[in-house]
């Protein structure tokens, strides 16, 4: 049974940085048809696509995020990471990873695609 558990979240100003853990047991970030991802939801809004990584490592990012977060995995593919710099009052929001291995994937930043999901992590940004 897959289980993934994120860490690193907190409280930051803005223009801080903070960095994302996402730990996989029962599997590893890798195989043909994997994907993570980093999502986000904040209180009153729909859960959104933050960032998403194949086994490849080709990465991809939401408009509101590109140029400050950066999607990777170690190279034991074990853990996900999402880095985040700059950050602002609008990214304020529960964090979670999610994973998939079954199928490729046409939007890999839409939530309801993927399978296996992290309890989430807080990130709050004062400005």
């Known amino acids: 049974q897959v289980q993934l558990v994120e860490s690193g979240g907190g409280s930051v100003q803005a223009g801080g940085s903070l960095r994302l853990s996402c730990a996989a047991s029962g599997a590893t970030y890798s195989g043909y048809f994997f994907m993570g991802g980093w999502f986000r939801q904040a209180p009153g809004k729909e859960r959104e696509g933050v960032a998403a990584i194949d086994s490849d490592g080709t990465s991809r990012y939401a408009d509101s995020v590109l140029g400050r977060f950066t999607i990777s995995k170690d190279s034991f593919e074990k853990t996900l990471y999402l880095q985040m710099n700059n950050l602002n009052a609008d990214d304020t929001a529960m964090y979670y990873c999610?994973?998939?291995?079954?199928?490729?994937?046409?939007?890999?930043?839409?939530?309801?695609?993927?399978?296996?999901w992290g309890q989430g992590t807080q990130v709050t940004v004062s400005s």
């Open positions: 999610a994973a998939r291995w079954r199928t490729f994937l046409s939007s890999p930043l839409r939530p309801f695609e993927y399978d296996d």
